[in-house]
């Protein structure tokens, strides 16, 4: 696919988007269609909420942009959520600006109109930002400068879909935060991204917490929580494994991690002075 000339925002998107002669026309809503490839999934929140009251009191005062695909048929180009307000808000027509352009020139631009806004969630503008990429052959600068951000941050964005989906799943609902996302990348181990992530939502971690545990299993020096939390997610996927644990710790008193690699395994049992090692032993010898 062709690349266009770059420019921030949708006007160097949008053909015609700088001339006088595109006068906008009040158009049915009824006859708008939205887009099939809109990239936003969340719209019934509070700033969607204001903005229908706003809507109801001033009407809508910047032009939505559509595009002609059949005879009293639109679809909509840019300006979802203020559409959306207006039939919240019980219009029953809207002013429109009609532009000619191609399927792409649609896709590109509702893409790029939603990853301008500031309450896009980090996940939807990382797959925005991989569509942009694979479907219109952008790079992370021509990404960037179109939605006024630097590289570094498109890049970090993108990153986000490295992580497994069910700590994707976790982000997009709003568990766990940006942030937390964002240090579970620096760990290079999936199981230990799993392991600290099922911690970070028991336990309620902080951002910083998360960092630290972070730090700790990319050098290698996963934590006691760490390794517990592993032990419980291995324990939920073999239920056999966490009977066998259990009935050790029972037995000797204590927490008892089994670990089993590829080709082998061991078996950890915690002391914490020296009579309680004599304890343990004492046991060891009458197993």
């Given at each position: 696919?062709e690349k266009?000339?770059?420019?921030?925002?949708?006007?160097?998107?949008?053909?015609?988007?700088?001339?006088?002669?595109?006068?906008?026309?009040?158009?049915?809503?009824?006859?708008?269609?939205?887009?099939?490839?809109?990239?936003?999934?969340?719209?019934?929140?509070?700033?969607?909420?204001?903005?229908?009251?706003?809507?109801?009191m001033?009407?809508?005062l910047?032009?939505v942009?559509v595009?002609v695909?059949g005879?009293?048929?639109?679809?909509?180009?840019?300006?979802?959520?203020?559409?959306?307000?207006?039939?919240a808000a019980?219009?029953?027509?809207?002013?429109?600006?009609?532009?000619?352009?191609?399927?792409?020139?649609?896709?590109?631009?509702?893409?790029?109109?939603?990853l301008?806004?500031?309450?896009?969630?980090?996940?939807?503008?990382?797959?925005?930002?991989?569509?942009?990429?694979?479907?219109?052959?952008?790079?992370?600068?021509?990404?960037?400068?179109?939605?006024?951000?630097?590289?570094?941050?498109?890049?970090?964005?993108?990153?986000?879909?490295?992580?497994?989906?069910?700590?994707?799943?976790?982000?997009?609902?709003?568990?766990?935060?940006?942030?937390?996302?964002?240090?579970?990348?620096?760990?290079?181990?999936?199981n230990?991204q799993?392991?600290?992530?099922?911690l970070?939502?028991?336990?309620?971690?902080?951002?910083?917490?998360?960092?630290?545990?972070?730090?700790?299993?990319a050098?290698?020096?996963?934590s006691?929580?760490?390794?517990?939390?592993?032990r419980?997610?291995?324990?939920?996927?073999?239920?056999?494994?966490?009977?066998?644990?259990?009935?050790?710790?029972?037995?000797?008193?204590?927490?008892?991690?089994i670990?089993?690699?590829?080709?082998?395994?061991?078996?950890?049992?915690?002391?914490?002075?020296e009579?309680?090692?004599?304890?343990?032993?004492?046991?060891?010898?009458a197993?």
């Amino acid at each position: 696919m062709e690349k266009r000339g770059l420019g921030k925002g949708l006007g160097a998107l949008i053909p015609g988007a700088d001339r006088e002669e595109h006068a906008p026309t009040e158009i049915p809503l009824d006859q708008i269609s939205f887009n099939p490839y809109q990239p936003r999934k969340k719209t019934d929140d509070e700033k969607f909420q204001e903005l229908v009251k706003s809507v109801r009191m001033h009407g809508i005062l910047q032009p939505v942009v559509v595009r002609v695909i059949g005879p009293n048929k639109y679809e909509l180009v840019a300006g979802e959520r203020r559409c959306r307000a207006a039939a919240a808000a019980g219009l029953t027509r809207i002013p429109a600006t009609i532009r000619d352009m191609t399927n792409e020139q649609s896709l590109e631009a509702a893409l790029v109109e939603n990853l301008q806004r500031e309450d896009i969630g980090p996940l939807e503008a990382a797959h925005a930002y991989h569509r942009l990429a694979e479907e219109f052959g952008l790079t992370q600068d021509e990404i960037a400068f179109r939605i006024g951000k630097s590289r570094s941050a498109v890049a970090n964005t993108l990153r986000l879909l490295n992580l497994p989906e069910e700590i994707q799943s976790s982000l997009a609902s709003g568990e766990i935060t940006e942030g937390h996302a964002r240090a579970l990348l620096g760990v290079p181990d999936r199981n230990d991204q799993r392991a600290i992530w099922r911690l970070v939502v028991d336990s309620h971690l902080s951002v910083r917490d998360t960092e630290h545990l972070c730090r700790e299993a990319a050098s290698g020096n996963v934590s006691r929580e760490t390794s517990a939390a592993r032990r419980d997610q291995r324990a939920e996927l073999d239920p056999n494994m966490a009977e066998i644990e259990e009935h050790l710790r029972r037995l000797f008193g204590t927490r008892v991690t089994i670990n089993i690699g590829k080709d082998r395994g061991k078996i950890e049992i915690e002391f914490y002075n020296e009579d309680d090692l004599n304890r343990i032993l004492g046991l060891l010898g009458a197993v």
